[in-house]
């Protein structure tokens, strides 16, 4: 079955810096790739997603790109805010409504 | 807009008792998929319906069962009560009719504690 991995684990930046997280994925077959955002206790909030046909996506400062050959997927934050910390899981999914396969997660901790 | 309702947001059982967790999906979202998240660790994938029939199964115990009702609502029914049963669970829908799209949208969320 799928496999996810994503890192780092933890990630330090000062407000204002960017933040890149990683995520592999080993099925070929997967097509949809979406990022939430999570704060503790909360749910799951999908923040920015890409689909296989495509290899970037950007929504104000926040993008994602798809290398489908290497089968690796990134999400890239600008001008990092404190209210970015939080705990980011990438996730990825087989065509036609499947379940949603996620990365371990990464916390991101913005410092004013 | 409407988001997912789950019901009820937190819950403590003793151990063996019995759990039932219910969730309300987007209208018009005809795809439910139930996930348990323990502290510090992912969301693990337990089990989805697709218009009213089992479409997936994940790593879902054989003392849990759920059902999709023909109002689209799902329950996640859950026994014999385990200490390593208490988790977060949620419900998140998906899958509007005719679009092929897999945008799933998390639900609150049911805190499960286990005593």
């Known amino acids: 079955g799928e496999n996810v991995e994503q890192h780092p684990s933890t990630l330090s930046v000062q407000e204002g810096d960017s933040a890149v997280i990683k995520c592999t994925y080993s099925d070929s077959a997967s097509n949809y790739f979406p990022w939430y955002k999570q704060e503790l206790g909360k749910r799951p909030q999908l923040i920015i997603d890409?689909?296989?046909?495509?290899g970037e996506k950007k929504d104000q400062r926040i993008a994602v790109t798809l290398n489908k050959t290497a089968k690796h997927f990134s999400l890239h934050i600008t001008e990092t805010q404190p209210e970015d910390s939080a705990v980011y899981f990438c996730a990825a999914s087989l065509p036609g409504f499947q379940k949603l396969v996620f990365g371990t997660g990464t916390r991101l901790l913005v410092s004013p | 807009a409407a988001g997912v309702i789950q019901s009820p947001r937190h819950l403590i059982k003793e151990k063996r008792e019995t759990a039932t967790l219910k969730c309300y999906p987007i209208?018009?979202?005809?795809?439910v998929y139930w996930y348990q998240q323990g502290p510090g660790q992912d969301p693990q994938f337990l089990i989805s319906f697709y218009e009213k029939m089992q479409s997936d199964k994940g790593s879902i115990p054989d003392r849990f069962s759920a059902q999709q009702f023909s109002d689209y609502h799902s329950e996640l029914n859950m026994s014999s009560l385990e200490l390593g049963d208490s988790a977060l669970y949620f419900c998140a829908s998906g899958g509007i009719a005719g679009t092929g799209y897999n945008e799933q949208f998390f639900g609150p969320g049911t805190r499960l504690t286990v005593l």
């Open positions: 890409i689909r296989s046909n495509v």
């Open positions: 209208p018009r979202h005809d795809t």
